[in-house]
């Protein structure tokens, strides 16, 4: 019986080992792998290749693990079966005593190789995947040089019976946008991203669904000059409304001509220059201004910023309106958000009780995150609070108007001139759709 033991083990342990062999590679992730590889570690690199060309391996894998399953239950039923025979055979009949030894070393083997075969060798194969692989590649490696022309026999007959059911025969190694998400928040889970680090890995990719009205300067809100403006006019206007850039227009906002720039200004102030920008001494104080259509997305404002060598850009629908402008400091802080904006700079903030004010201009993508929503009613025919608003309600929004969706009312607080300026954002006892 110590004989038969002892093999029962080897072969508990021959089936560990494929066990771990398989999940180790199966769960090693690429990124580390390549880092690990990158380091100068060969095994790392051999890990990488049979992730590209699994066929072999798995089939050696499978090769082995049947096998060791199928001796084991020979050796086992041979080996403890009449042992509980004969403990058996004291209280019950012979073939009773037999019939049940038997069950009784079907199911003891069976949950030893359960146990110590499969479910501790993989749990710790999932815990440290790159480890237990790194550790086994190179046994395992030499088994499949060992088996070639048996496994390539099995792999050829699996691959034809693949391609049969119209299934992928390699495997997908691209990684997608929401892959990258989906470690920021594991990260984040277990404490390795900071909350800020996180959001912004989020608003990176969000430059490519973001239209640039959302983090545009409205048209109410842009400070510009005239042609037409004098010295004196200029100066007060700069010291009222201090910017790093003015845009210039020829009467009025919608014929723009160029746009200035602040430390040039500055610069004829300290020479004690006038400032006339319709004069020919000012030929090199007005510059040529990158206009963009209002559909383009933020990341597509950074293209049209790189392209140009601007940081500056007018924002114009299809008349040919003037509509907002943007600078690259605008982007870059939506990107950034709360690492660069102050508290009194957010367009959202929540208040003690758990209810939220918000600016008619923030953002959908900023609500959503807030408020924890999964999904918006009539998407992409707005983007910014206020445009939800008068989606919902069918007209201009009016102070104390309501919309209710999804468990949340939002409630117009202040309205300057048909903008929505303020709305409060409350929870409400049940989830409904609703306009009032």
Partial sequence: MTSSLVLIALLIAGSAFFSMAELSVAASRRLKLRQMADEGDGRAERVLEVQEQ?????????IGVNTVAILGGIVGE???????????????????????????????????FIVLADLVPKRLSMNEPERVALALIGPMLL????????????????????????????RD??????????????GNLAGVVADAEQQM????FELDTRRVESAMTTRERIVFFSLDDDDALIRNRIAEDPHSTYLVCDGEIDQVVGYVDSTDLFQRV?????????????AGLLKKVLIVPDRLTLSEVLGQFRQAHEDFAVIVNEYSLVVGIITLNDVMSTVMGSLVASHDEEQIVRREDGSFLAD???????????????????????????????VMLRRIPRRTDQVLWEGWRFEVVDVDSHRVDQVMITRVGSAVTANL
């Fill in 270 to 282: 300290l020479r004690e220059e006038t400032i006339n920008l319709r004069s020919s001494q000012s």
């Fill in 173 to 186: 190694n691209s990684i997608t946008h929401a892959d990258i998400l989906a470690l920021a928040e594991a």
């Fill in 360 to 390: 008619g201009i923030t953002p959908i993508p900023d609500v959503q995150r807030a408020l924890e929503l999964e999904a918006w009613p009539h998407a992409g025919q707005y983007d910014t609070l206020a445009g939800f608003l008068m």
């Fill in 201 to 204: 890995i989020e608003n990176v």
């Fill in 78 to 112: 041979g080996a403890l079966t009449p042992h509980f025979s004969a403990a058996l055979s004291y209280f019950l009949g012979p073939e009773q005593s037999q019939s049940l030894g038997f069950a009784l070393s079907f199911v003891s083997i069976t949950a030893l």
């Fill in 143 to 170: 088994l499949c040089a060992l088996l070639k022309p048996l496994s390539w026999t099995f792999s050829k007959i699996s691959e034809a019976l693949i391609r049969l059911l119209g299934l992928p025969a390699t």
């Fill in 54 to 62: 699994p066929g072999h391996y798995f089939t050696v894998v499978q």
